[in-house]
């Protein structure tokens, strides 16, 4: 039996069983999967922010910035060569995302979470010993499908492998490590942009290898969550001593039959993604397609791809934008670790809702400040940078806490299990396109928008937490096999939820 955490059962008697270590340390390990996720990102603002890598890579960017005196300092970056440096890897993961869906219904999530790490392992490989442009995207290529496979897997893993009254900060593991992913990538980034001799990018890129040789080898050794073994297979046996190790008790009776009862409505579905589209599902849909749109247009990539470059451009030297980009980071870490500790306290409304806010004004004050300072030409005052900075830190700090970890978390934990494969690929889908499209877009909404972009991204946040506040349900506390009860609690979703209460006793009697 697994060693036991000082942590009671769920709430309300509806399962027993406690936090263990063996759930701690499985889901650390997959977690991992955030980790290179996170790597990624922030790798790459950093490289493209150093001289050595465009002047090799992107000259003609290179050449702009240093010697075009009549730029405006918005354009300087504007290069579609250079957004598909950093885009190239989200539509590898797009695509790669629905070829994960399945490989995790039929084989586990174990395999996706293992192919995930060897393909990013070889993507690392790849970009850290490029020499012209096509080895550099190939490279990105296969760092898109490894992220693709392990973003598909490894928030389901969790999921499934947590207790109920601890899902939310679990799950919210994933986006903790994401965050200490993309903190490292700032921290060697800010080292290697030192090195003498302009080699230091291939150390960036060619240390992704390191979180991507930790996740492979430790897939090899993951358990296969219950939910998935009963899905797999008939072995009810087997799944009763795993859930009794994930959940530190003999006592499982009630899970196991929840779990039972999932499985063999999934198993009549031989056809996940056409059923995903059936209208008792359509609650679930909306969110798997809004939770991820509205994720990607928080505008929190301005600052997750081009941190450095943003803050290059309102006159911080090199590595002085490197190191704003290590505070971003620390800042955007914490305030996660912080959301670990209050989701299943305070619930995911409350989160998003004050995150929106939060991100709301300091985007607003963003904008407000570079209109009023930031021209085409020169920079702006010392103090008025490091307000900016204070202001994006706090912007970051409510992305943590609120759409960051819940636009995984809630997606993960919202699908029957019968469609809970397609439908986390379609939250990936649909996070990749919006992620493609604006890093793709980014470099030239900044050129033409100038200081608007902020007050763009204002206008998206304003929508989401209006959607969160009149059509998102409360999840906390949920049994994960429970879930389809928490949609009676918005009117809207009555009408749904009410004929699949229907369909189901037609199908009892």
Request: with cysteine.
């Amino acid at each position: 039996m697994a060693v036991e955490l000082s942590i009671t059962s769920d709430p309300g008697g509806l399962y027993n069983g406690k936090m263990t270590w063996f759930v701690v340390l499985s889901c650390m390990m997959a977690a991992m999967g955030g980790v290179i996720f996170g790597y990624d990102i922030g790798i790459s603002g950093g490289v493209t922010s150093m001289e050595p890598f465009l002047e090799k890579f992107f000259p003609k960017v290179y050449r702009k910035m240093k010697e075009d005196t009549e730029i405006s300092n918005y354009c300087k970056f504007d290069s579609q060569l250079l957004t598909s440096f950093t885009s190239s890897m989200y539509v590898a993961g797009l695509l790669a995302s629905f070829f994960a869906s399945s490989i995790t219904r039929k084989f586990g999530r174990k395999p996706s979470i293992l192919l995930g790490g060897a393909a990013f392992l070889a993507g690392a490989a790849l970009g850290g010993s490029a020499f012209n442009i096509y080895m550099l995207i190939l490279g990105r290529v296969l760092l898109g499908v490894g992220v693709g496979f392990a973003n598909q897997a490894v928030p389901l893993y969790l999921s499934e492998m947590a207790p109920p009254r601890y899902r939310g900060a679990i799950n919210n593991g994933f986006q903790f490590s994401i965050g200490i992913g993309a903190l490292s990538a700032n921290l060697i980034n800010f080292g290697t942009e030192k090195i003498k001799g302009g080699w230091g990018w291939r150390i960036s890129l060619a240390m992704a290898a390191v979180p991507a040789t930790i996740l492979t080898i430790g897939a090899i050794f993951l358990p296969e969550t219950p939910s998935s073994l009963i899905q797999l297979s008939d072995d009810t046996e087997r799944a009763r001593l795993m859930l009794q190790r994930v959940r530190g008790t003999e006592d499982v009776q009630a899970e196991l039959d929840d779990l039972i009862k999932a499985s063999s409505i999934s198993k009549t579905v031989e056809h996940p993604f056409k059923n995903i589209m059936e209208r008792k599902y359509r609650p679930q849909l909306v969110m798997a397609i809004a939770i991820p749109f509205f994720q990607q247009v928080t505008g929190i990539n301005v600052i997750a791809f081009y941190a450095p470059i943003l803050f290059r451009t309102i006159g911080l030297g090199e590595s002085a934008s490197l190191m704003s980009s290590v505070v971003t980071g620390i800042v955007g870490t914490g305030s996660t670790f912080i959301s670990m500790l209050l989701v299943d306290k305070l619930g995911r409304r409350a989160l998003f809702i004050c995150g929106g806010v939060q991100m709301f004004l300091s985007q607003i004050m963003v904008g407000g400040i570079l209109a009023a300072q930031l021209g085409d030409h020169g920079g702006i005052g010392k103090g008025y940078s490091y307000v900016v900075l204070i202001l994006i830190c706090i912007y970051v700090a409510g992305f943590s806490w609120s759409w960051g970890p819940l636009g995984w978390l809630v997606p993960s934990e919202i699908f029957p299990l019968e469609i809970r494969s397609a439908g986390q690929s379609i939250v990936v889908a649909v996070s990749f396109l919006f992620t493609f499209i604006v890093a793709q877009t980014f470099l030239a909404m900044l050129c033409h928008f100038k200081s608007g972009i902020f007050f763009f991204f204002g206008g998206w946040v304003v929508v989401m937490t209006a959607f969160v506040y009149y059509l998102l349900p409360e999840t906390k506390n949920t049994p994960i096999e429970k879930m389809d009860r928490v949609w009676r609690e918005i009117g809207f979703w009555n009408k749904f939820v009410g004929e699949m209460d229907e369909q189901t006793k037609t199908e009892a009697a």
